[in-house]
């Protein structure tokens, strides 16, 4: 009976253990910027010029996804500094590195897809 328990208690135990290492490996490996655009992602991934915290949106523009290529953070907090868009959302082009607003798809003035700008990012003018 005794050798019994201790297999049940052996077992119980590794079992908790693996379970606990698979989520720990799961947890490290998703990328904390897993919920933004592809696009978003590539932009944070390949440059050290664009940022997360942005622009927050307001009643004229909306919210940039990613914003900059600035030195630092605090350089690219304007409504034109917008990198990549949420969904919805389109880049009406501001600057010729191809960052602007964000507006809703299909009221840009000046869309990247029309414009001569220069993505720094390639999937930018994708």
């Not at 004229?60 to 350089?75: K, L, Q, R, V």
């Not at 880049?91 to 191809?98: A, N």
């Amino acid at each position: 009976m005794n050798k019994v328990f201790f297999s049940l208690v052996i077992i119980v135990t590794i079992m908790a253990l693996t379970v606990s290492c698979t989520s720990d490996d799961e947890e490290s490996t998703s990328s904390p910027n897993s919920d933004l655009s592809s696009c978003g992602q590539t932009v944070l991934s390949k440059t050290s010029y664009a940022y997360r915290t942005c622009f927050s949106g307001d009643s004229s523009y909306g919210a940039c996804e990613t914003c900059g290529f600035y030195n630092d953070e605090s350089s690219a907090q304007g409504n034109y500094d917008c990198i990549t868009c949420p969904d919805n959302y389109g880049i009406d082009v501001y600057f010729d590195d191809c960052t602007g607003y964000c507006v809703k798809k299909g009221t840009e003035t000046n869309p990247i897809s029309s414009n001569s700008c220069t993505a720094p990012i390639a999937c930018v003018k994708e």
